[in-house]
């Protein structure tokens, strides 16, 4: 089995600018889509290798926006 390979996805979150825009924190949200503090923040800070369809609408909901909202195409 080949391991997957290190580096950037080519896909950005902009969970940091969403929560900003809402006037949100991290904290708030994770209380709302009932997951860890740790794990939305690794996902903020583009650490993510990875994310279950019902998190991604669970986080999308509590944000009122769409998929293509929160994750982006990464330009660089």
């Known amino acids: 089995m080949t391991p997957e390979p290190e580096g950037p996805s080519g896909v ?3 969970l940091g600018a969403l929560l900003d825009e809402r006037g949100m924190t991290l904290s708030r949200l994770s209380r709302i ?11 903020k800070n583009n650490h993510a290798r990875a994310i279950r369809f019902s ?8 944000l009122d926006c769409e998929v ?3 994750l982006v195409l990464d330009d660089a």
């Open 33 to 43: 889509v009932d997951m860890s503090y740790a794990n939305l923040s690794i996902l």
């Open 68 to 70: 293509g909202d929160l």
């Open 12 to 14: 950005r979150c902009r």
């Open 55 to 62: 998190t991604l609408v669970a986080i999308c909901e509590a």
